[in-house]
């Protein structure tokens, strides 16, 4: 019998909200002095008092609203989460226990438990044998999401993560990044034969997507190979090391017992349906288009491929150009298309050579222009590649552009039929053998009129003029 891999995901996210969790200090964790967004209530001073903020309280309500799961109405309520570390100054951290914001809900196929809301901790570092506290981060709104254990696989968790990563962009409720701890991801991994699941071990320091899915594909195999050996696996809490690619032991666990939760009594209970803004329907009515929404929207609209919809919407950036390029295009179908190939190949290939943020030079509605004069055969798909070049770089009305450097297409009736005669009186005996029927040779002919044109030509017009002339119809 083979071993079943479970995976169960808990990631917390910082909330990009104005002020901390409780207090009125700037939420700015990454602020480049240390202890300057600091406060009585963020470092635990005796007496201080919390209070609750209402936009973080809004923001977990609105992921709950977007991954359809249950939110709390009647009641929900902080506690204390008690345990010792320097970064946590009051000797326990405001969480949510028994009665979360958010229950249940589905997120790229795979259940959540529940989405609660707490603090984050301040920051310590160790320098030169001495021990540092940064509290710019004590207190700072942080999100908790729990899945249920229902993942399988590496890839289907690395899948689950970078969408939650996108929900929460898309939402404006957290910036997400996993380089700068805003959003941090702990995963949960067991084997098992049968239906009882294994004993799971929990992975920390996963600072990246391809991390996680990494980490979680090594512990699986170690978990089987300990197995093997006739091992027992103990509940433990491992460091993934990105040097050596493997897992490590860091310590064992505590039982949930140890935290002592009780309620937080220097907090008001929530009852959120008597709260006018944060009722499920006033939630729902602030929710944008969501990612999901989004690739059905492309599909149907516009029929896009696959993985053209992916590109577009895996990158908040790539998908409000995209929008305000098919606007601009009046949502015509065959130029949206048009478009996206441009976008997802030109474009995506310019700034990866060259980098720069994307799109800051080019602006949607000229390159809609571009994209018009491309279909209208102004310019020839080479011409547009070169003209597209020099917006990413500075930007500019492709007209202008297409001018300055020669690149449009000429499109002018009797300047192109002076090419064409002067094609056909040089190559004779083509011609010859075009009116004996072998049609394939005027591929030769548009391609001696290209040349004669030095490539200016639209080569659609010298097929209709070369026909037009050889049949005599021209005159
Ligand atoms: P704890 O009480 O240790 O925090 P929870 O039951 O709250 O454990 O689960 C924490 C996380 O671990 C959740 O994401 C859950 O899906 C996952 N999980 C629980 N049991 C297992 C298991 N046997 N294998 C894999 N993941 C699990
Ligand atoms: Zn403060
Ligand atoms: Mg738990």
């Not at 053209?308 to 601009?328: C, K, N, P, R």
């Not at 004069?373 to 310019?379: D, E």
């Not at 010859?432 to 548009?446: M, P, S, T």
Request: glycine share 8%; with cysteine; charged share 25%.
């Amino acid at each position: 019998m083979e071993y079943t891999p479970t995976i169960g995901l808990e990631v917390h996210a910082e909330l990009a909200t104005r002020t901390k969790m409780f207090c009125d200090c700037a939420n700015e964790p990454e602020a480049k002095e240390p202890n300057v967004h600091v406060c009585p209530v963020c470092t635990a001073q005796p007496g201080a008092l919390p209070a609750i903020n209402r936009a973080a309280v809004k923001q977990v309500l609105r992921v709950g609203a977007a991954l359809g799961g249950t939110l709390a109405t009647t009641y929900s309520e902080f506690d204390r989460k008690s345990y010792f570390y320097p970064d946590i100054p009051k000797g326990y951290q405001i969480s949510q226990y028994a009665y979360p914001l958010v229950s249940g809900g589905t997120l790229a196929g795979v259940a959540i438990t529940r989405v609660h809301l707490e603090e984050d901790t301040a920051r310590s570092s160790h320098v030169n044998g001495q021990s540092l506290v940064d509290f710019n981060r004590s207190g700072v709104p942080l999100m908790e999401l729990v899945t249920e254990p229902v993942i399988h696989d590496a890839a289907t968790a690395g899948r689950f993560a970078r969408e939650l990563q996108l929900l929460l962009r898309t939402l404006g409720a957290s910036n997400a990044n996993l380089e700068k701890g805003e959003m941090r991801i702990e995963a949960n991994v067991s084997v098992s034969k049968g239906d009882t699941l294994g004993t799971k071990v929990e992975i920390k320091n996963l600072n990246s997507f391809r991390s996680v899915e990494r980490a979680i594909a090594f512990e699986i195999e170690r978990q089987i190979a300990a197995l093997e050996k006739g091992e027992t696996i103990v509940q433990e809490t491992r460091g993934w090391e990105e040097n050596t690619q493997k897992t490590f032991h860091q310590r064992f666990k505590e039982g949930s017992a140890d935290y002592r939760y009780f309620p937080e009594p220097d907090l008001p209970k929530l009852v959120l349906s008597e709260v006018e803004d944060l009722t499920p329907e006033a939630v729902a009515g602030t929710l944008p288009e969501l990612p999901w929404q989004r690739r059905a929207r492309y599909q149907s609209t516009y029929a896009l491929k696959e993985s053209d919809i992916d590109y577009l919407v895996e990158s908040l950036t790539h998908s409000t150009f995209f929008d305000a390029v098919a606007e601009a295009l009046g949502g015509e179908k065959v130029l949206v298309a048009l478009a996206t190939n441009y976008i997802v190949s030109d474009l995506a290939g310019w700034y990866a050579k060259h980098g720069g943020e994307e799109y800051a030079a080019l602006e949607p509605a000229q390159f809609a222009k571009l994209i018009r004069m491309t279909a209208a055969g102004t310019l020839s798909s080479r011409g547009a590649k070169d003209t597209l070049a020099f917006m990413a770089e500075r930007g500019g009305d492709p007209e202008a552009i297409a001018h300055e450097h020669g690149l449009l297409q000429v499109q002018d009736r009797t300047a192109l039929t002076q090419i064409v005669e002067q094609v056909i009186v040089e190559n004779p005996s083509v011609v010859a053998e075009f009116r004996a029927g072998k049609e394939a040779v005027l591929q030769f002919l548009i391609g001696q009129c290209m040349k004669a044109s030095r490539g200016a030509g639209n080569p659609a017009l010298f097929k209709e003029l070369l026909l037009a002339t050889l049949s005599g119809t021209n005159q």
